[in-house]
């Protein structure tokens, strides 16, 4: 026969206690952790709303000065005959490409070539492919 030991409830009532302490522990830990966790991302997401504010900005500011380009060209370049013609249809072209950046900003762009996208599947998936390749070949020269 096996000599029996018996357990000392003074023992147990010890490791009950330590075990509780970690499971405090360790749910302390995990609520400090989930807090930690939602600060970064409000701050990730406060940091994306103001990148993105700028980036819209930005865009705005260029089709400003995309205009003014088109204003600057109209008045010093050529205004008569076919040289006059030529400086006027770029100049246009320029002053609405200007506008449509300062108008539309990022976003609106955005929507745009989404729409494209969605309208013209198969060139758009084209259009991508030949990128990727050339993107591919450049980079492994």
Request: glycine share 10%.
């Amino acid at each position: 026969m096996q000599p029996t030991t018996k357990k000392d409830p003074m023992q147990n009532k010890d490791a009950q206690h330590h075990t509780d302490k970690a499971k405090d522990a360790m749910h302390t830990a995990t609520d400090a952790a989930k807090d930690a966790a939602s600060q970064v991302g409000q701050a990730v997401s406060s940091a994306a709303g103001t990148v993105g504010r700028k980036a819209e900005d930005w865009t705005a500011a260029a089709g400003q000065k995309v205009e003014n380009l088109a204003d600057t060209l109209r008045h010093s370049g050529p205004d008569k005959g076919m040289l006059g013609k030529a400086n006027e249809a770029l100049a246009e072209g320029i002053e609405r490409t200007g506008e449509y950046l300062h108008e539309k900003r990022l976003s609106g762009m955005m929507d745009d070539m989404t729409d494209l996208i969605k309208r013209n599947p198969i060139p758009a998936l084209l259009v991508g492919l030949g990128i990727g390749y050339l993107l591919g070949k450049s980079l492994r020269s």
